[in-house]
């Protein structure tokens, strides 16, 4: 025994598994083994189990795969790991990891990296963002901070973090509050979550709910109401500080007395407001009292993975609301909400 931490590391495929074939064009190609090979200085920092759950571009990831990686994740803690990485692409990383900071409870540290450049570039980062994903699953500071997300030696909250650029390095940000922490010397730095945990519990059999998600644009006229109106619940990302079209009001407002609507904001940073604008028709006074949710910081892709989830797990509509609420930013400690199917 090397006495080294046990991490496991779960493959998906993206940039950070791609290599060129014989077009020129990067695919997903290259193992856990593979990725892990490439980067000798991890025998020094954990030893290694290596898993390939898929091998796919992060466009094709789904709830399906999001909920069987969150069993593979309970499966390798269950086997004893210190940590649990997963390697996927970037395009998606930041719902698929807020989905395993809903799904996977207790302090076990699960990390999600990739890669902006894929391994045949000078440039290529995945090495790097492996070993830096490794060092803090390893670390026993990163107990108790739910998933994380790290890439250009940055520590992310699954909470918070968004991929703001299609290419650069420096693509992942958490707009309003900033990293969780740093790498520096090799070892991560890392501050107190200013969020609370949300768990949502599935059963197996629980069906996959896909609730549709619709942001509003300058003169939009609504053409997307018909569709919406058979599904489970919705996720509208208004404009500003959560609003819609003043004749999109009164239809809006009436689906929300159908279906779970949660109101988000298409801006990027900040959060819906509740109780500044009023005494016309889209305005977000109107939209709360009316009966959508407020999705306070949560951003609208964000909110469609926690209401997803919730309605797989069954929630009702005042569950859903309150979950939503006790998923906000102020700073109330480290408490874990369970929500049960």
């Known amino acids: 025994m090397s006495g080294l931490p046990h991490v496991t590391v779960l493959s998906l495929g993206g940039t950070i598994s791609s290599a060129p074939a014989d077009s020129g064009l990067a695919r997903p190609a290259l193992s856990a083994a593979d990725l892990v090979a490439a980067v000798p200085a991890l025998e020094r920092v954990a030893e290694i189990e290596v898993r390939d759950v898929c091998r796919l571009p992060s466009n094709d990831m789904t709830f399906a795969i999001a909920r069987s990686v969150a069993d593979e994740i309970r499966a390798a803690v269950g086997r004893g790991a210190s940590g649990v990485v997963v390697t996927q692409g970037t395009d998606t990383i930041e719902e698929m990891a807020y989905a395993w900071d809903l799904l996977v409870a207790g302090g076990t540290p699960t990390v999600v990296t990739g890669a902006m450049r894929h391994a045949a570039l000078t440039s290529a980062d995945g090495a790097g963002n492996l070993l830096d994903a490794v060092r803090t699953a390893a670390s026993p500071h990163a107990r108790g901070l739910g998933c ?8 992310h909250s699954a909470r918070t973090v968004r991929k703001g650029h ?8 958490s707009a309003g509050v900033g990293p969780l922490g740093w790498i520096a010397e090799g070892e991560p730095r890392l501050h107190e979550r200013p969020y609370p945990r949300i768990v949502v519990e599935l059963p197996p059999d629980a069906p996959a709910v896909r609730p549709p998600l619709v942001t509003i644009a300058l003169d939009d006229d609504g053409w997307w109401l018909p569709g919406v109106a058979r599904a489970p619940g919705l996720v509208v990302a208004g404009t500003g500080g959560g609003h819609v079209p003043g004749w999109l009001s009164d239809q809006v407002v009436e689906l929300a007395g159908r279906i779970p609507v949660v109101l988000a904001s298409r801006s990027g940073d900040g959060e819906v407001l509740t109780s500044t604008y009023g005494g016309f028709g889209g305005s977000e006074t109107v939209l709360v009292q009316g009966g959508l949710i407020p999705a306070g910081t949560l951003d609208p892709y964000k909110a469609r993975v926690l209401l997803g989830l919730l309605l797989s797990a069954g929630a009702d509509h005042d569950r859903i609301r309150t979950t939503i609420a006790a998923a906000q930013g102020a700073r109330r400690g480290r408490n874990t909400t369970d929500i049960g199917g």
């Open 166 to 173: 299609t290419a650069s390095l420096a693509a992942f940000r």
């Open 148 to 155: 994380l997300v790290v890439l250009n030696e940055e520590i």
